[in-house]
């Protein structure tokens, strides 16, 4: 067998924040975001080709994503509640 060594290398430390940047990031205009801007959950669903050509000629003609099209569908069958 042949003699198989690891070598370790270390990852240096991360380099220095810019200061005047992160203050720039966190300052963001939070009223400018559109609701999909929001969005971070994947939601991934099986269904058939079929369904998935209905749901893509749907939204191609309503001038729309299908993305948008299924987050619209989601809203209006699971709204906020007012709580």
């Known amino acids: 067998m042949t003699d198989v060594r690891t ?3 270390a990852i240096g ?9 992160e203050a720039w990031v966190r300052q ?6 559109q ?3 929001l ?3 994947r939601l991934t669903l099986d269904i058939t080709p079929a369904l998935r ?5 749907s939204a191609f003609t309503q ?4 993305a948008e099209l299924l987050r619209a569908l989601l809203e ?3 709204p906020e509640s007012a709580s």
């Open 7 to 9: 070598r370790r290398i």
């Open 13 to 21: 430390a991360r380099p220095p924040a810019n200061p005047h940047a």
């Open 28 to 33: 963001g205009d939070g009223d400018g975001l």
């Open 35 to 37: 609701k999909g801007d």
């Open 39 to 41: 969005y971070t959950a």
């Open 53 to 57: 050509a209905r749901i893509k000629v």
């Open 63 to 66: 001038g729309v994503t299908v």
């Open 76 to 78: 209006r069958e699971f």
